[in-house]
């Protein structure tokens, strides 16, 4: 079945710009929507933003300034950029796959839930 | 931004008996389309989330039926029919109408 991977690096400075990837196995990331959350020490889960296989994304509005995300089909990957980090960007960061339902009643549309989820990767900021 | 409230925070239960957590919305989770989009979920400890309830009731595949979602517009309810050990955890209701906001979760614990 389908996996997700997260990594980069645990430790990383203030100010500076966190990179981080998932890798997708067991599967193809073609035609799926792929999210970044993620989740503060002790506290809830956190919608980063999101892409689409062939590039689309949207962002959590109060993130979006300082967020970015990119899709590497050929490595069957997609990634998460965040700048101008502080200590309150540090985290366990998680990639998930969502996968679509059209809708019984209303065939037009399609639902897109949340069906998995990387085991998540802790990124510290500190100097 | 829709902001969710969970209830209780903290859930003490016993095996074999039901358990029940509230959400609540800061407006209607019902799209145009006549669905509430309302997704539950569990995060055991230690573990990545999981999904156990999309759309407000329907229930993930392999998710036992002993978990159930109910509700519609902003009052939605997760029930545990008769909890088992390897429920305990913390779970999230998480709206998806809007981009994406989260419960702060309840906590879930045997007595």
């Known amino acids: 079945q389908v996996q997700l991977q997260e990594s980069g690096p645990g430790l990383v400075r203030p100010s500076e710009t966190l990179s981080l990837t998932c890798t997708v196995s067991?599967?193809?990331?073609?035609?799926?929507?792929w999210s970044w959350f993620r989740q503060p020490p002790g506290k809830a889960l956190e919608w980063i933003g999101y892409?689409?296989?062939?590039?689309?994304?949207k962002y959590n509005p109060s993130l979006k300034s300082r967020v970015t995300i990119s899709v590497d089909t050929s490595k069957n990957q997609f990634s998460l950029k965040v700048s101008s980090l502080t200590a309150a960007d540090t985290a366990v960061y998680y990639c998930?796959?969502?996968?679509?339902?059209?809708?019984?009643?209303?065939?037009?549309?399609?639902?897109?839930?949340?069906?998995?989820w990387g085991k998540g990767t802790t990124v510290t900021v500190s100097s | 931004d829709i902001v969710m409230t969970q209830s209780p925070l903290s859930l003490p239960v016993t095996p074999g008996e039901p358990a029940s957590i509230s959400c609540r919305s800061s407006?209607?989770?019902?799209?145009?389309?006549?669905?509430?989009?309302l997704e539950w979920f569990l995060q055991k400890p230690g573990q990545s989330p999981q999904l156990l309830i999309y759309?407000?009731?329907n229930r993930a595949s392999g998710v036992p039926d002993r978990f159930s979602g109910s509700g519609s517009g902003t009052d939605f309810t997760l029930k545990i029919s008769r909890v088992e050990a390897d429920d305990v955890g913390v779970y999230y209701c998480?709206?998806?109408?809007?981009?994406?906001?989260f419960g702060q979760g309840t906590k879930v614990e045997i007595k």
């Open positions: 998480m709206q998806d109408l809007q981009d994406r906001t």
């Open positions: 759309l407000g009731s």
């Open positions: 407006q209607s989770l019902v799209h145009s389309n006549g669905y509430n989009y």
């Open positions: 067991g599967g193809s990331i073609s035609s799926y929507y």
């Open positions: 892409i689409y296989s062939s590039g689309t994304t």
């Open positions: 998930a796959r969502h996968t679509a339902y059209q809708l019984p009643m209303a065939p037009q549309y399609n639902y897109h839930y949340l069906d998995v």
